[in-house]
């Protein structure tokens, strides 16, 4: 280890008077957990609500269909660039200017007087929502030691159910008080949260001495040493394009013939994210019994069966095409989440030291899939229709397969 990367283990508040032999105070946990859900799910608000904003700003569904392209394409940014930087100096900062950014992008959002000023409050908003990212190491940091495990699994769900809800809230609030209402009540939460982080958050200090464009450069160490950290960005990477073309443009679809339904309805298919909350657990489970690689394999077989499954649609009455829908949507989701658990799996086991910068470069290729896939969809179904995004959400899947059969056992 080199002068520069010398690890500095304690915080600057020492987390000891935070923390009893339970782990830490119940409304500690909770902020945290709510700060990340409440934070990613600044990612996920525009999807349903993209018929609604088309209509009321008069854009094409191929216009509108770029705000969830750069505001997960901000998010892969914010990642790759402002991840590290945890490592580097007192993350309670970081947050709190995270959390001041996205309140303000939020708050631009819901002013917007026309597409292009949405469009680019939805990039500062993909950005400044990795602070979900800055709280879940924060959450390891200073639960103790024989708690951490929990602790961070409490953290870890309360941003799982910020991806979860998020799209069944904002298809409710678009449906009844219109999309500025839900970008409003979003700017409200996160000034919330930032508060209550102001109040409550101790500070830390570095874990790196490491200046940020070495922290930088050594993301691409990384990736050219680990072929098995390439293979799990590349799968998880396409996976993530076929799951951001369904649901960017499923408001869409349901919007138009034969369904006309509202934002609510698109919202309410964030229900069936749930069963990927219910993979996790399991995925987990198979993965340290028979390994992780087989169930990045099995996650990836059942993603493509689903988003294959979706092309049978003409066939069927719109009832019967609903139905379809939500057992597909179901379907994969456990699918996806089950693979990206098995994928973390396997970086996590790489170097226990660089497991930040690990975890950076995956979700950055998970976030560059997922706004390639928004973008290609977008287009797609502007000129072809929905069936057109069921073809490339079921190669996508089909390559990331391919991906993982070919990877050494």
């Given at each position: ?117 949405l469009l680019a409050a939805s990039l500062v908003i993909g950005l400044a ?281």
């Open positions: 280890m080199s002068k520069t990367d010398t690890p500095l283990l304690k915080p600057a508040t020492d987390p000891a008077h935070l923390a009893s032999a339970a782990g830490l105070p119940l409304s500690l946990t909770f902020l945290l957990a709510s700060g990340a859900g409440l934070a990613v799910a600044a990612i996920y608000y525009s999807q349903p609500m993209l018929g609604v904003v088309g209509d009321d700003i008069g854009a094409s569904a191929q216009a509108v269909g770029l705000l969830p392209t750069l505001t997960q394409l901000g998010y892969a940014l914010g990642i790759f660039f402002l991840a590290p930087l945890g490592d580097r100096h007192d993350r309670r900062k970081i947050i709190l200017a995270k959390a001041a950014i996205l309140f303000a992008a939020l708050l631009l959002a819901a002013l917007s007087p026309s597409l292009p000023t929502a990795t602070m979900a990212q800055d709280i879940v190491p924060a959450a390891a940091t200073l639960a103790p030691e024989s708690q951490r495990g929990k602790i961070v699994g409490t953290v870890m769900t309360g941003l799982l159910l910020g991806i979860l809800l998020s799209r069944v809230v904002s298809g409710f609030v678009a449906e009844h008080w219109g999309w500025r209402a839900m970008f409003a009540a979003a700017a409200a939460s996160i000034g919330f949260v930032g508060l209550a982080a102001w109040r409550r958050l101790p500070g830390f200090q570095a874990t790196t001495q490491m200046p940020y464009f070495a922290l930088l450069r050594s993301l691409g160490s990384l990736w050219q040493q680990h072929g098995t950290l390439r293979r799990a960005t590349w799968a998880q990477g396409l996976l993530s394009i076929g799951f951001s073309a369904f649901w960017s443009t499923l408001a869409l679809m349901l919007h138009g013939e034969p369904f006309h339904l509202g934002a609510a309805a698109a919202g309410a298919f964030g229900l069936a994210g749930a069963a990927g909350a219910l993979a996790a657990p399991v995925a987990g489970r198979i993965a340290d019994r028979y390994g992780a690689p087989l169930v990045t394999r099995l996650g990836a077989g059942v993603v493509f069966v689903f988003f294959a499954a979706m092309g049978l649609a003409p066939l069927m009455s719109s009832n019967s095409q609903l139905w379809l829908l939500v057992v597909c949507a179901v379907g994969f989701d456990m699918g996806i989440q089950a693979s990206l658990i098995a994928h973390q799996t396997i970086i996590y086991g790489i170097d226990a030291n660089a497991r930040s910068r690990l975890n950076a470069v995956l979700f950055t290729g998970m976030f560059i899939g997922m706004a390639i896939g928004s973008a290609l969809a977008a287009t797609l179904f502007s000129r072809f229709g929905w069936m057109s995004v069921t073809g490339l959400a079921s190669v996508s899947a089909l390559l990331a397969l391919i991906v993982r059969l070919r990877t050494p056992r």
